[in-house]
Antibody
């Protein structure tokens, strides 16, 4: 059974940093691209970042470019999102998702809540 | 970025109704259009990918159609568990989502 389990969400002050983790199981992790998608409270889904299967290619939404870094450790079956210079508008539930084949997301984690507030 | 616009933003319907949600892309995306269901407090679930391909395990009352810029998601006979929010998403370029359609019980 495919499982994605996010962790690392917390309350952090503006300007702070946080690292999210997404532990994967039930599939050949190093064969799939992975994504982060976020959802602000009461709002819609917004794509954040993706990483290819070996970690050599990454892409970011303009809103997080230069502040967030996606990475993966295929030995640990885990994808990460390092978030720096956090802003109030980064407050959201962050989901990791597996790429089905072309930027479409067939499995999602349960999400982890990041709250940026003073 | 390619924008995707869903309509309606909300919809009231009854169990057994046939429901259609539409999604329009700001430029052609061929068939790179996906549909998700999100129940309250839960993660999204992929229903349809590549415009019309039913994801494994999704009931056959869900169907998708369209190509180019105009797409539809149809639920042929609403069931109680279908009351949720639905999102379209284009995967032709950097992924973008529609704003969502909240399907409520009449």
């Amino acid at each position: 059974e495919v499982q994605l389990v996010e962790s690392g969400g917390a309350l952090v002050q503006p300007g702070g940093s946080l690292r999210l983790s997404c532990a994967a199981s039930g599939f050949t992790f190093n064969a799939n691209w992975m994504h982060w998608v976020r959802q602000a409270p009461g709002k819609g889904l917004v794509w954040v970042s993706r990483i290819n299967s070996d970690g050599s290619v990454t892409k970011y939404a303009d809103a997080v470019k230069g502040r967030f870094t996606i990475s993966r450790d295929n030995a640990k079956n885990t994808v990460y999102l390092q978030m720096n210079s956090l802003r109030v508008d980064d407050t959201a539930v962050y989901y990791c998702a597996r790429d089905l084949g072309w930027n479409d997301f067939d499995y999602w984690g349960q999400g982890t809540l990041v709250t940026v507030s003073s | 970025d390619i924008q995707v616009t869903q309509s309606p933003s909300s919809l009231s319907a009854s169990v057994g109704d046939r429901v259609t949600i539409t999604c329009r892309a700001s430029q052609t995306i061929t068939n790179y259009l996906n549909w998700y269901q999100q129940r309250l407090g839960k993660a999204p679930k992929l229903l349809i990918h590549a415009a019309s391909r039913l994801q494994n395990g999704v009931p056959s009352r869900f169907s998708g159609s369209g190509s180019g810029t105009d797409f539809t998601l149809t639920i042929s006979s609403l069931q109680p568990e279908d009351f949720a929010t639905y999102y379209c998403q284009q995967s032709y370029t950097t992924p973008t989502f529609g704003q969502g359609t909240k399907l409520e019980m009449k």
